[in-house]
């Protein structure tokens, strides 16, 4: 069936050095992207959203690159910091009969080594 | 302002029984979505509520219910309870209706449900 999935499990960088987490998405009539952070025992946070009449969004330290011609999605942390240590989701709008809702790609734990 | 909170964090049930989980949303804030996680199926949306009604649903079986009061609180409840019930319930909270497309999503810490 149609799911948003991630290449990489698990991404290990430097601190310091940039980080870019993927994502695959297969609905072409999905209208609206988002990227979430999840620490230990928290939940989701909001980092980062996109709409599908662009291709790049910018917010502080993080850039979301969206290629609608092959359905890949990219979250872009510069200068990744310990702090950045966390599961990272990619997610996609749908709009089913009722309305919209979100589905989850599987994650990408990211680990800033010091 | 205080955050999405959920009652309580973790919850210990068997087989057989239901659980009531509870969700608090941001001050102001309308809707209320409940999702589930599970190492297994990772992030997966269950219901929405506006206003006191159910306003999407997900692909989840009947024994999974929700409600929302008044004051915006809501609660999901899951009945006859199964082994593979154990996750982590969220709940999100946003100003607007319609789902993530139209206003930003807060989530909650969850509560954390073991199914023995």
New interface residues.
Partial sequence: GESVGLHLPTLSVQEGDNSIINCAYSNSASDYFIWYKQESGKGPQFIIDIRSNMDKRQGQRVTVLLNKTVKHLSLQIAATQPGDSAVYFCAENRNNATGNMLTFGGGTRLMVKP | KAG?TQTPRYLIKTRGQQVTLSCSPISGHRSV?W?QQTPGQ????LF?YFSETQ????NFPGRFSGRQFSNSRSEMNVSTLELGDSALY?C?SSRLA?????D???????TRLTVL
């Fill in positions: 999405v979505s999702y990772g992030l997966q949306f929405e306003r999407n649903k997900g969220l999100a319609g789902g993530p497309g139209t930003t999503q807060y989530f909650g810490p969850g």
